[in-house]
């Protein structure tokens, strides 16, 4: 009965209409290791996912490299390797999330918003979701790169919002940290694929430690197709801390493509 309905963030974006078109990348973060086999063989291969059981899928960030693993102790082929692709190097889309969805399967995201379904928010069914998102909760690429959410009250106020929308309003309070302990993958838009993604003529920048910059295999890989490459030194440090190494290295890619301001 329509009288007692309630709306998923799903719903909600049907709703919507944007002018706004979002012209960050998309970014595929890893270890350093698998550097010489996705070169190797031009694409970023699905792989058994163990939070969608039984689905062989490759993740994506949109224009956030927020991905990694955790080493206290890392080797430099364990440091964070991020490759920055065209938007449009997706033969096919199998899901979007407006977060992390294994942030939300493993309990990590506050119970205010995962006690919803996570069907509502997976919004692979609207074709502008992901501009959608970024305009509505952001307001534009630099602050969503810089995970500078609108507060609740203006999402709720431009939007017409009231308790129906809990499920939006919940991702409003998400993207303002509100109770929150995880980290920024819970601020990024998560898109997800089953197809392999091809590299060749996808490749728009990379990031990756110093002793794999200073290769002079790569050095001549990345030349000869006018990849943008930032490298960034190694420390005696753990991999969480190169985290905002690792945004700024990006953030001086997009600034020389002409993809971000600010």
């Not at 440091?79 to 889309?93: A, G, M, Q, R, W």
């Not at 920024?184 to 728009?204: C, Y």
Request: aromatic content about 12%; overall charge negative.
């Amino acid at each position: 009965m329509d009288g007692l309905r309630e709306y998923t963030l799903a719903e909600f974006l049907t709703e919507q209409s944007t002018n706004f078109h979002s012209g960050l990348p998309l970014v595929h973060s890893t270890e350093s290791a698998n550097i010489w086999t996705m070169l190797k063989q031009e694409r970023v291969a699905v792989t058994p996912c163990d939070t969608f059981t039984g689905e062989n899928l490759a993740y994506f960030f949109h224009g956030r490299p927020a991905y990694r693993k955790f080493h206290k102790q890392p080797q430099d082929w364990e440091l964070p390797f991020v490759l920055v692709l065209k938007s449009t190097c997706l033969l096919n889309i199998r899901r979007i999330f407006p977060f992390d969805s294994g942030a939300f399967h493993s309990a990590r995201l506050p119970s205010y918003l995962s006690r919803f379904d996570e069907t509502g928010y997976e919004v692979s069914s609207h074709a502008g979701a992901v501009d959608l998102l970024v305009d509505i909760f952001f307001g534009g690429d630099a602050s969503y790169f810089h995970g500078k959410a609108k507060s609740r009250e203006e999402v709720s106020r431009r939007n017409g919002l009231n308790i129906r929308y809990a499920q939006v309003l919940a991702l409003c309070s998400l993207y303002n940290r509100e109770q929150l302990e995880a980290d920024d993958r819970t601020l990024a838009i998560e898109v997800q694929t089953d197809q392999d993604v091809s590299i060749k003529d996808n490749l728009l920048g990379a990031v990756l430690p110093r002793s794999y910059f200073d290769d002079s295999g790569l050095k001549k890989y990345f030349k000869e197709r006018g990849v943008q490459v930032r490298q960034y030194d190694v420390y005696p440090i753990n991999t969480e801390a190169y985290v905002s190494i690792v945004y700024e290295e990006v953030k001086a890619i997009y600034k020389k493509l002409g993809l971000i301001n600010g």
